[in-house]
């Protein structure tokens, strides 16, 4: 899982590609697959190095928990922070330390940060 390849992937990021199934990600209401990925899933990508579906924090295609940069540091003995402009539960901030299947979770993604 991962990676990109533009003969699947389509011409551009808002353009569906040619396999319906490349794309990791959960359906949206009316029932499309994202074309394009989201804050969540891009900083998921940054911080934890891996593909997830849009609203997805720092958890695999199929929703489990996985390391991120911040957490392999701690265990490290090495002290982190994440420094935002906007509410640390929102998604970008929050791919620093939580993990979530929703981007929405705001309550659950503030707990990640308390501990």
Known sequence: FGGYDAELGGPNPWTAGSDVQYLIARST???????????????????????????GVNVDYAGSQVETIAHWAQRQGIAVGAVSSVPISHATPAAAYAHNVDRDDFQDLTRDLLG
Request: aromatic fraction near 8%; hydrophobic fraction near 25%.
């Open 29 to 55: 209401e009316a029932g499309r697959r994202h074309a394009y990925t989201d804050s969540s899933s891009s900083a998921s990508s940054m911080t934890a190095g891996l593909k997830t579906f849009n609203n």
